[in-house]
């Protein structure tokens, strides 16, 4: 069995393990969070206290009137957007999409351990794959932390950019460290990851948010730990499988 062809099994068969894995982990995790703060921002704004019986004027009125219409634009969102049926049609996607995810971080992990040469197990895997969590998720974290529902945000293209561009400076500047025989190549390989968080993460037009503030840090939390799942999960199966097929190969 040739080397392409037991990167593409072993990464399949990782990915359902992982997929099926991550699956259930945030069904009892991020899903719940999820799920609450789409309550707070689904949820209509308060009308304004009449409790207190008192006169407005005709001019307040007029006033009132007039600045309602401008006002209006910040609450209204976007009813045409499809978004999956909660219940099972939310869980099955949900499981699609973990699966392509595992099956895809597991052949990247799988290919970079290819072309570093060296022996490739569960153990290497694992490696591999704490350190994809450090470059691709911890790490841009710092600036762009996981976000729920309601959250306000930059515009989207910037964010995107910086991202990329942060992991791609965060794998650069773990790879010289680590495996880079120089002492200046590792400095070197310390400012280019350090170099995205001095230039700074897009800003939010503000900072408000429709949930509390301890949904946020929960959810932030938790997709951590779902994120490091799905790498060091990836590493620990494709190393595992591409260990297996290339002895009976």
């Given at each position: ?8 099994l072993?990464?399949f068969g990782?990915?359902?393990a992982v997929?099926i894995?991550?699956s ?10 999820i ?8 949820a209509e ?6 409790a207190a019986?008192?006169e ?8 009132h009137?007039?600045?309602a ?5 910040a609450h ?8 999956p ?5 939310r ?8 699966l ?5 971080v597991s052949a ?8 570093r040469?060296?022996k490739i197990d569960a ?8 350190a994809?969590f450090?470059?691709a998720s911890?790490l841009?974290s710092?600036?762009l932390?996981p976000e729920?529902?309601g959250t306000?945000?930059?515009e989207?293209t910037?964010r995107?950019v910086w991202?990329?561009s942060t992991?791609?400076?965060s794998?650069i ?15 070197a390989?310390l400012?280019?990851?350090v170099?995205?968080?001095?230039i700074g993460?897009p800003v ?7 949930y509390?503030?301890?949904l946020?840090g ?5 997709s ?9 999960l990836?590493g ?5 499988l ?8």
């Amino acid at each position: 069995m040739n080397m392409f062809k037991t990167i593409i099994l072993s990464a399949f068969g990782a990915g359902l393990a992982v997929g099926i894995a991550l699956s259930v982990v945030q069904a009892v995790t991020t899903e719940p969070l999820i799920l609450h703060a789409e309550t707070f921002e689904n949820a209509e704004p308060a009308p304004a206290a009449a409790a207190a019986p008192h006169e407005h004027s005709t001019t307040e009125a007029h006033a009132h009137e007039a600045a309602a219409p401008e006002a209006a634009p910040a609450h209204q969102h976007d009813e045409d957007a499809w978004s999956p049926a909660d219940g099972f049609e939310r869980s099955a996607y949900t499981l699609l999409a973990n699966l392509l995810m595992g099956v895809g971080v597991s052949a990247v992990l799988l290919g970079l351990m290819s072309i570093r040469g060296g022996k490739i197990d569960a153990r290497t895997g694992v490696l591999w794959g704490v350190a994809g969590f450090f470059a691709a998720s911890l790490l841009p974290s710092l600036g762009l932390s996981p976000e729920l529902p309601g959250t306000a945000a930059a515009e989207v293209t910037s964010r995107q950019v910086w991202w990329l561009s942060t992991v791609a400076a965060s794998a650069i500047g773990l790879a010289l460290i680590v495996f880079s025989g120089s002492w200046l190549l590792k400095a070197a390989g310390l400012v280019i990851g350090v170099l995205p968080h001095v230039i700074g993460a897009p800003v939010p037009p503000t900072l408000e948010a429709s949930y509390p503030a301890g949904l946020g840090g929960e959810f932030v939390a938790a997709s951590l730990v779902v994120s490091a799942l799905l790498w060091a999960l990836s590493g620990l199966f494709s190393g595992w499988l591409y260990q297996r097929l290339s002895r009976t190969a």
